[in-house]
């Protein structure tokens, strides 16, 4: 970089980063640290060219092929091994030394289906550290020649860091450019780190560590001069191998057969979609018509829908009757006229019963469709946790896009042309048998047997439901892509052309389920077309040697051209109506989930209301708890529990710091607390109340928690803050000042909260003060960097403090300076409460009442900080031990 200035924002573009003078040369490991919201990521971004560089310049040499590891995990719903391998060549020693490098192998081994588990929606069956190592083993495994890395060690604990570091930066990576954002004091003091760049209010100061000069050659890095100087312990056997970039993920077939054994243990059959496929079936239709017509009045709706249509055929009838009738007689002027009348009457009420039965569709349709929406949305609210688990995103936009759209209006238009065409057919056909007696009686049901083969509905619908998975699949694709464009661009134009390759690919395959579908219906029109034309030619035949009137001959032709026209509009109605009833079959299936305060597998026992002021106390006990994140499994295996007989009696107002190794069962602690899914065995008590008996929203409304990675949306910081307006602006600026995101109180006028500013979107904006609370939050968030996102929802907790409160890895994102300062407002605001910080940094949990070990899933210790530091021989003393390896 070159006097280069670093903008944001679309519309009003603001500088953030001023007058940049740095330069990294080939193979060097370069380290940005900083406050929480400085600009590491827009430093860190700037080499991708997501930075505006309104001055200077920024150069990447294009010979480089770069590698970008973003601060919040992107992973796709695929398995894990198709996240790492990200659409490269398949090279197995190169894949498994990855996987040892992020300390993966043992999660392999945890999870019930190895490599090939397949990753939900944003990861959401996955922890944050595996999560992040996923996404870090993804860019490795690119063997790039410059990686670009966002905080990829955040959520990992101190062992696995110092794993994580030795194997992948100083081993896999040490003849590579590396350049890492981060807050670990270990990495960034490291003596293996040539340049530190500090990014303050003044702008960036840069300290080099004796790395090369602007013409060493990579193989004078610090890395590779002290490689020599690291223990054996902590290098392996590879240190006199020779200088080779591709020599590092070699491994000998002793190692492959052993990493094959570990990660292909307890492999069973991926999961798929909690929600059922639905198959379209006569059952299925009737159900769904039933489903569709008679609950909430629908009966009385149906009712009148079909007397309204019966009326009209018969009116309809009268109509051709009547002027066959005027035909055929002799009449005076004033007998004229009347006939006039009564035709002008017949053909007027004809019209305003079939405008009045469409209306009626209309309305009942529209009626239904709103329930159906709010049925929908109220199920996956409430659904159990393992259904977003196993259900794709682009399912579940299926379903609010194309699925509501067709109850929306798609569905009315079909259903008024079939009930029309059914009347009409059955007018006409009537018709013929009055005026033709037997002879029209055995042409009409020559006619019905003919055309009840004339709709193939079975191959409409298979094919109209290949449509909708392709079209889900094609939803989910697009949403995945859009959130991680930043890291496939940043892979380079191969990847984004395979990913564009493969988007076209779901597109070609759309396409041709679409020609076939008009390739169906012009093949429908045409077999109606002949089918007509036999019909004439027989009614012709039949008529030539009738003797009928010319009036008569004149009606039995209009009728055979309605039932033509009639036929054809019923064909098109029933299938269209059919392959409408898949998407509202789809629906059910979404409408139905059973709700998550009823998916307790131990027994149908009804939840209770807590009482109004409960917790009083926050008593907190666990006994022989069991959690498991799959309540599907009917199995009754508590090995595979990420809680395994888990009890501990923690006092009111008690400070619990709660400590292990990644995926050792800290979160599932605070999952449990929630019940995020039920216990399927032993029991939590808060306040000596069964937390299995009392309903959701109370316990939710009651236990407050800050998590590792918070939920945003749209809104001002007042709307986010205070989304029921129960505080004052007062409050809300009290809170803010609190947590250190504005430095005094702002304006607390009144001003319209849809007032337009600049957001923004996409790309970390570094803010000092909050100046307003009608500043808009982008989508996620992502105009604010995470450690602020993580302040400000701890302001939201500031404003209801809660009688237990649960930190999970709250303050990850930000310095260790700002960490110990939040800290203190939490121990100050919340000194009654009992807390339970989760937390990687063994520093912040010395100070507090007790410390719980977790060790995968058990309990491994609780006690006093002061008591288990002084046995040499309890877990928290050795877990201490080795989180103070020096990097």
Not at 270 to 285: A, E, H, Y
Request: proline fraction near 3%; charge should be negative.
């Amino acid at each position: 970089m070159d006097n280069a200035d670093l903008s944001v924002g679309y519309h009003v573009p603001v500088i953030v980063l001023a007058n940049l003078n740095l330069r990294v040369n080939a193979g060097e490991l370069v380290v940005i640290h900083g406050k929480a919201g400085s600009g590491k990521t827009t430093l860190l971004t700037a080499f991708l060219g997501d930075i505006a560089c309104v001055n200077g310049s920024v150069y990447l040499s294009p010979k480089c092929n770069v590698a970008y590891c973003s601060e919040q995990p992107w992973l796709q719903s695929l398995s894990i091994k198709e996240n790492i391998i990200f659409g490269y060549a398949y090279n197995e020693a190169k894949y498994y030394r990855v996987l040892d490098a992020c300390c993966l192998l043992e999660d392999l081994e945890s999870l019930p289906d190895g490599e090939e588990t397949m990753i939900g929606p944003k990861g959401i069956n996955l922890s944050g550290g595996q999560k992040s190592r996923i996404a870090l083993a993804r860019t490795l495994y690119s063997d790039a020649d410059v990686y670009l890395l966002d905080r990829p060690l955040a959520s990992a604990d101190a062992v696995v860091q110092s794993d994580v570091f030795r194997k992948s930066f100083l081993e896999l990576l040490r003849y590579k450019t590396v350049i890492i954002a981060t807050h670990n004091p270990e990495v960034v003091e490291s003596g293996f780190v040539d340049r530190v760049w500090y990014i303050s209010d003044t702008g960036v100061s840069e300290t080099c560590r004796g790395g090369p000069s602007s013409d060493a050659t990579m193989s004078t890095s610090r890395r590779a001069r002290r490689l020599a100087d690291i223990p054996p312990w902590r290098i392996g056997s590879n240190s006199n191998n020779s200088n080779d970039s591709f020599f590092p993920f070699a491994m000998d077939s002793k190692q492959l057969e052993e990493v094959r054994r570990r990660i292909s243990r307890n492999r069973s059959v991926p999961k798929v979609s909690m929600v059922p496929k639905v198959d379209l079936t006569r059952s299925t239709m009737d159900g769904v018509a039933r489903d569709i017509w008679w609950p909430n009045h629908g009966r009385n709706f149906s009712v009148i829908v079909c007397i309204l249509f019966v009326m009209y055929g018969l009116v309809d009838v009268a109509k051709n009757l009547w002027l066959v009738h005027w035909s055929n007689m002799t009449w005076t002027y004033l007998d004229m006229w009347k006939a006039t009348v009564v035709y002008g009457v017949l053909s007027i009420g004809a019209f305003a019963l079939l405008l009045t039965s469409c209306a009626v569709v209309f309305y009942a349709l529209s009626i239904r469709a709103k329930h159906i929406f709010s049925d929908v949305t109220q199920s996956l609210l409430r659904a159990p946790m393992s259904v977003l688990y196993q259900t794709p995103i682009g399912e579940i936009l299926a379903r609010y896009s194309t699925d509501m759209q067709v109850i929306d209006g798609l569905m009315s238009f079909p259903l008024v042309f079939l009930f029309r065409s059914t009347v009409s057919i059955a007018a006409a056909l009537g018709t013929m048998c009055y005026l033709l007696g037997v002879a029209g009686a055995i042409f009409a049901a020559l006619t019905v047997y003919l055309c009840r083969g004339m709709v193939d509905k079975r191959l409409f619908a298979q094919v109209y439901s290949l449509r909708a998975q392709l079209e889900a699949a094609d939803l989910n694709f697009v949403s995945e892509t859009l959130d991680g464009a930043a890291v496939i661009r940043s892979f380079g134009a191969e990847q984004v052309k395979r990913v564009c390759q493969l988007h076209g690919e779901m597109v070609d395959d759309r396409s041709r389920i679409a020609t076939v579908v008009e390739v169906f219906t012009h093949w429908l029109y045409i077999r109606c077309s002949l089918l007509v034309a036999v019909f004439l030619f027989c009614l012709a035949l039949l008529l030539a040697h009738g003797g009928l009137q010319a009036s008569t001959l004149g009606l039995m032709l209009h009728c055979i051209y309605s039932v033509q026209r009639d036929f054809v509009s019923f064909s098109v109605g029933i299938l269209n109506s059919s392959v409408n009833m898949f998407s509202i079959a789809n629906l059910k299936k979404f409408q139905h989930i059973p709700p998550e305060e009823n998916s307790d597998n131990r027994g149908t026992q009804q939840r209770l209301g807590a009482p109004l002021q409960w917790p009083t106390a926050g008593e907190v006990v666990f006994e022989h708890v069991y959690f498991r994140y799959d309540t599907q499994d009917e199995e009754e295996d508590m090995s595979t529990c990420a809680l395994k007989d888990v009890s501990f009696s923690i006092s009111g107002g008690e400070k619990i710091g709660v400590v292990g190794r990644t995926g050792s069962g800290k979160s599932s602690l605070a999952m449990a607390m929630l019940q995020m899914h039920s216990l399927p065995h032993g029991r939590i008590l808060i306040d000596g109340a069964d937390i299995s008996r009392l309903h959701l929203r109370d316990i939710r409304s009651r236990i407050c928690i800050i998590p590792q990675t918070p939920l945003f949306y749209r809104c001002s910081i007042r709307r986010y803050l205070d989304p029921f307006k129960e505080f004052d602006d007062d409050a809300l600026w009290e809170v803010l000042v609190k947590t250190g995101l504005c430095e005094t109180a702002g304006p607390t006028a009144t001003i319209d909260e849809d007032m337009q500013e600049d957001v923004y979107t996409g790309k970390p904006l570094r803010r000092v003060v909050v100046t307003n609370l009608n500043m808009r939050l982008a989508q996620n968030g992502e105009n604010w960097s995470m450690g602020e996102r993580q302040m400000l929802v701890l302001a939201r907790c500031l404003l209801k403090p809660a009688r237990v409160l649960i930190l999970d890895e709250a303050f990850s994102s930000v310095d260790q300076e700002s960490d110990k300062k939040l800290l203190e407002v939490v121990e100050r605001e919340f000194s009654s409460s009992t807390i339970f910080l989760i937390t990687h940094r063994l520093d912040q949990v010395l100070g507090f009442d007790r410390i719980i070990v977790m060790q995968n899933g058990t309990l491994a210790e609780c006690g006093a900080a002061e008591d288990l530091v002084a046995d040499p021989d309890s877990a928290f003393y050795e877990f201490l031990e080795t989180t103070l390896l020096t990097y």
